[in-house]
């Protein structure tokens, strides 16, 4: 399963023209959550996803956010084999598990794969809020930790997009685990020399941030993005008041010192280019300015 | 009734006041105990007790989570509740035991990291994210024992390291069971049946390999935990850095599933 799609440059805006993807009937709407507008896939492709009447941020696959920063046709999938379903076996865990399977058309809330962004091959995993909220089970743990570890073989840069309500509380203290293992991954792999970046998309929260989501070399942050380890509910419970205008966005934890960067859709390929390019190992230094003369 | 003893009977044992906290256990167990204060960014967080002392004579590195027995002590070890200054001073304290080479022995007992606006504006999710890449690549032995409350992110970023120990009334969860049910059923009243169906008594998670051994209770309990360690540390210290690493390294690895090499689909 390959994106086969193809970009045209107009204007200033990204052009994505699908010219073979599975399952995307043609007249596939998408039903924005700020506003309630309906657009077409083709629309909102266009738009980068963005709800052009409000600004928020309209439901998007994998593969579309894929599409948006990899290089047409050049993201090839890991198939990684999870591990065995279900942990925990918790009631009704199953069921749900393999009705949420045939709606999303994916195998868990995790899909990764190699791509080139403007030519860089690199190691990319994308995580989708449509399974089980983008939650951290051992599938994702398994992934998140099978890439890296794949990435760190083939000398790639990894970049991981980050959508998560936290751990999976289905496969409990099995998902706990995930934070340990995808944190010492992703460890061990920046010590060895390899470039980290996080994208944290809305929302990031819990296991997730609290694991590999803050251990980026570099963490952008999309626009608006929910982003911290408890939730904005749980906090105002245990505190008893109400939160400040603009807590826990992606704006308040750049002001806070949390995060490197924003990244908008609009200019997030090109940006992220520019990051893998500063982010490759200098060996001699002195050779660069020998090249000039 | 030994076999009537149901997963929330543990919840409820595990958080009784009345349970040694980890003052007792440093009294009882490390010789010429020195406290090491402050994340050094600001802040001394009272809920995670750090410091040095000899254990048989050998210097170890302490650091627990700390709950108090009066209102007084509540308040200011925040109900064993830490913030992002809490796990940044235990991060430090770690770093510190490394560089000396000396064993890192933690205690668990908290019902979560602090859900404040405070902990959220000072990086409560990068710090307990450090702390875990921290324990991950230290390169000297790390014991834990959770002697009351395992709760969430909180315990693992003290309990990710060699060796996991439980009391046996001891509790280890990904979340609190009444915020379990809550999530998941809408029903904080539920905690009983959540308690059952998370796995969370020491019995239970021996079985999976999440813990390594159960530590009796009653009388001998300091000496218990004393000889758990003991032995912990006999078995560790001898290893190389590089075995110890991948021991540790797989002690995780594998609640994912078998490593195995990972192969790209064909393109078409
Ligand atoms: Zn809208």
Redesign the interface.
Known sequence: MDINDVYVRKKHALQVFFTSVRKTAPAELLTCKGCGGVFSKEQAQEETFICPSCGAYLPMTPQDRLALVCDDGSFRELRIRAPKDDPLEFPEYRGRLSATRSKTQQKDAIVCGTARIDGLETAVAVMDSRFFMGSMGTAVGHAVCTLTEHAARKKLPLVIFCCSGGARMQEGIFSLMQMASTAAAVERFKNAGGFFLTVLCDPTMGGVSASFAFLGDIIAAEPGALIGFAGPRVITQTIGGTLPEGFQRAEWQLENGMIDLLLPRKRQKEAIARLLRLNRPVKDGAAFFREEE | MEHSITAYDRVKAARDPARPSVDAYVSALFEDFVEICGDRLGKNDGSILCGIGFFHRLPVTVIGHRKGHTTEENIRFNFGMSGPEGYRKAIRAMKQAEKFGRPVICFVDTPG?????E????????A???S??C???LTVPIVSVITGEGG??GA?ALA?GDRVYMLENAI????SPE??AA??WKDAQRAPEAAQ????TAEE?LS?G?CDGIIGEGEALFQNVDDTLRKALTELCPLKTKALLRL??DR??R???P??R????P??
């Open positions: 990291a602090y859900p404040g606006i902990a959220e504006n000072k990086g409560q999710a990068a307990i994210a450090e875990l890449a324990l991950s690549g969430s992110g693992l990710a280890y969860s990904v979340l915020g379990f999530i998941l169906a998370m796995k969370l998670l999976v999440i540790r390294t995780y690895r609640f994912t599933g490593a195995v990972s192969q790209e689909a393109n078409a």
